[in-house]
């Protein structure tokens, strides 16, 4: 039994909701100052005004000398386990080549699916491993991570159980998406139906072996139609899957309506979702996770009408989409910046969109997200002096401490283990 005391916290964010929190309510944050918080057996045991806490006997008391505290972040997709890398389509992206020519080329995430073919469970493993090492540094303490790089049941399979074990022996808390759906491989150009069935058939395995909680799919020209991916996710539905769409990445083909329609949990992207599109969202359930490091790192495309979106009463959640090919980071802290300068969200509605917002968005709401009495205390103090200070100072990882469970796992300087 350990008790730790955070005390000398400058602003507290707990992010305590009920719900996921939509439209204008995203901008109202509640901003806490001379609160301490006690952590007892990796719990939040008490968050109350310091002076109620400060004498209580504890193991160890922590200083945060004046620094912002907030919960442990949560990204909500991220393309975790792949094989190799894909620097060398960059030069191609400086050309001008589009990013579905580079697909269409048999590159992009075929290139990544080649890769991940041939790599071994351990070597996929190790490398998820150290990209989870970077996630918590960056005070991630929770994640989604999808699939997509097999195409194939047993490539599937093999970055699902990395993903599993990975989940098992790293401290982050992992979500596992099933994303068999995500292009179309060579011997199956003809018959695109034939490869849904295909990972439709898997749906038994996945659920008796606990490997996913949600079916997504890429909704996109030269990917899948949106008839295929409503029958397609009306079958995992139908087998108690969430359900996620990669929706009106590059063409607005109606994925978001999609998602809406089907009771997905999220829809991704949306970065040319229609005004009608935008309206269904606002008026529904399903939130909107939307992915700005993407069409930066892309070089072109629209950023997602967060504006609209927020102001017509949707629930939004950001996530870095940490992929070897769209957008190549592990730093939730970056997008938070670009979903000031390039979504124009205010850091109240940031705030929401990396904790309460994005725990939802992976069925996550009621244990991550969130300081509150009686959760895990996945909580990090960062070097900032206030909450609006991380997305004003871009680039760069503002991570002081992370604690994750009451451990810490990170602290600047390096990793703890
Ligand atoms: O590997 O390019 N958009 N899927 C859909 C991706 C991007 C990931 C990738
Ligand atoms: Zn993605």
Not at 20 to 36: C, F, I, Q, S, T
Not at 88 to 109: S, T
Request: hydrophobic fraction near 40%.
């Amino acid at each position: 039994m350990k008790t730790i005391l955070l005390y000398n916290i400058g602003q507290l964010l707990t992010m305590e909701s009920d719900g996921p929190v939509r439209g204008k309510a995203m901008n109202e944050l509640d901003v806490k100052e001379k609160y301490a918080i006690l952590i007892k057996d990796g719990k939040i045991e008490a968050v109350q005004p310091e002076s109620e806490l400060i004498d209580v006997d504890v193991d160890e008391k922590i200083d945060c000398e004046g620094r912002l505290v907030t919960p442990g972040l949560v990204d909500p997709h991220t393309h975790l386990v792949f094989g190799g890398s894909r620097e060398h389509e960059m030069a191609l992206k400086q050309q001008g080549v589009p990013y579905l020519d580079i697909l269409k080329q048999g590159g992009g995430i075929l290139s990544t699916v080649r890769a991940t073919r041939k790599a071994s469970e351990e070597e996929l493993y190790n490398k998820a491993m150290f990209h989870l090492d970077r996630m918590a540094s960056y005070g991630i303490t929770t994640i989604e991570a999808k699939s997509g790089y097999g195409m194939d049941q047993e490539t599937e399979l093999k970055q699902l159980r990395v993903a599993k074990k990975a989940k098992e022996n790293h401290p982050l808390d992992i979500v596992s998406t099933f994303l068999g759906a995500h292009a179309i491989t060579e011997d199956y150009k003809d018959n695109p139906e034939a490869l849904l069935d295909e990972m439709a058939s898997m749906f038994d395995q996945i659920k008796e072996e606990n490997l996913a909680e949600f079916v997504d799919i890429f909704t996109e020209t030269g990917v899948f139609t949106v008839e295929q991916s409503r029958r397609y996710l009306q079958k995992a539905k139908d087998k108690g899957f969430g359900l996620k769409i990669h929706a009106d990445e590059i063409d607005p083909l109606g994925g978001t309506e999609l998602a809406v329609e089907l009771g997905a949990t999220s829809g991704d992207h949306l970065a040319v979702t229609t005004d009608e599109g935008i309206q269904k969202l606002a008026n529904s359930d399903t939130i909107g996770v939307l992915l700005p490091g993407t069409i930066f790192y892309l070089g072109k495309g629209e950023f997602a009408r967060a504006r609209k979106m927020i102001d017509e009463g949707a629930i939004i959640a950001i996530s870095t989409d940490f992929n070897p090919g769209s957008s190549v980071t592990e730093n939730l802290q970056l997008i938070m910046s670009l979903a000031a300068l390039k979504l124009k969200m205010t850091p109240e509605e940031i705030w929401h969109a990396v904790t309460v917002n994005a725990a939802h968005a992976i069925h996550r709401g009621d244990v991550a997200g969130q300081i509150k009495v009686g959760r895990k205390a996945d909580i990090v103090i960062w070097d900032a002096p206030n909450y609006m200070y991380i997305p004003y100072h871009y680039g760069v990882n503002h991570t002081n401490t992370v604690f994750k469970e009451g451990k810490i796992i990170y602290k600047r300087g390096g990793l703890l283990g």
